[in-house]
């Protein structure tokens, strides 16, 4: 009874107004969804981006620290021929380097060292943007932070010594720390760098099977979003007609029959709105007749 009542008080104008802001809500729901696709396409892009130019630049460093490791070994070669060839010139005069004092780089090493030099810096400008491009990443299983450090530590305490120990032309010292340390350094970066790649395909893949998750979720909701405008908006005809067009033609039918002079058929006021308005009126003009 309570809702008839408060039916029967709603106005006409208020349940237009009340369907026209059901489908501005609707509307408003259906942008909120779209934005909330962008917005989540927009943060999965990010995430791949990200990746991808952090496993840009890290491997960009990568390969010129393998240049390097390549000029050194062309150095080291350069070095070792140089020396021969000295000793041989020598032997006859000196009786051999019996001292065994190293002796200067030949143009070619200094070359190949000069040139490993820069392939050292043009890493370590890579790595620098690594770090930029990590630096506000989330690194919850420390693998950024990890790769830093082996990096950092094969750069300090790995390649200068072992560019410092060749222009020197300690070739024991470099041999003994390339077998003992350096390699083990390179070694460990690898690893770190294997990770890093495998971390990053894993964020790729999470990324890619979330995106999938919000797609389908968007096509059901969207989906569920349409079945329920068709609803109510058979609803809405239903009561706009019940409450709107039925009693308007029942209006219709009594100012006929009023027209042709049946007074017998009672006009009754089963609304406050306003149509039970233009009934009270209908009703007091058959009582003044």
């Known amino acids: 009874m309570r809702r008839v009542s408060i039916l029967s ?13 059901f489908f501005l809500f609707m ?34 460093a990568a390969d010129h620290y393998k240049n390097v490791q390549s000029l050194l070994g062309q150095a080291l070669a350069s070095y070792i021929v140089s ?31 000069i040139e490993a030099r820069k392939e050292l ?23 950024y932070r990890r790769t830093s450090d082996a990096y950092l530590d094969l750069m300090k305490n790995g390649v200068k010594p072992l560019i410092a120990m060749l222009e020197k032309g300690k070739l024991g010292d470099y041999e003994t720390f390339l077998s003992s340390t350096a390699s083990y350094m390179g070694d460990n970066l690898n690893l770190a760098l294997n990770n890093l790649n495998m971390y990053q395909q894993d964020i790729i893949d999470g990324t890619y099977e979330r995106q999938a998750q919000i797609y389908i979720w968007v096509i059901r909701a969207v989906a569920a979003a349409m079945v329920v405008a068709v609803l109510i908006a058979l609803l809405a005809y239903v009561f706009l007609g019940r409450m709107v067009l039925r009693p308007l033609r029942l209006a219709g039918g009594h100012f006929d029959r009023i027209a042709g002079g049946d007074l017998t058929q009672r006009v009754e006021v089963k609304t406050r709105n306003e149509i039970g308005v233009l009934y009270e009126s209908l009703k007091r003009m058959q009582e003044s007749l």
């Open 9 to 21: 008080r709603l106005k006409v104008r208020t349940s237009l107004i009340l369907v026209l802001v």
């Open 27 to 60: 509307l408003a729901t259906g942008a909120a969804v779209g934005v909330y696709s962008l917005h989540a396409d927009n943060q999965s892009l990010t995430r791949v981006v990200q990746a991808q130019r952090v496993h840009a630049v890290i491997g960009e």
């Open 83 to 113: 020396k021969d060839k000295q000793k041989n010139a020598d032997a006859p005069a000196v009786g051999g380097d019996a001292g065994g004092s190293a002796s200067p780089l030949g143009s070619d090493a200094s070359t190949h060292v």
């Open 121 to 143: 810096t043009r890493s370590e400008a890579a790595f620098k943007n690594f770090q930029v491009l990590t630096k506000g990443m989330d690194d919850t299983d420390g693998w």
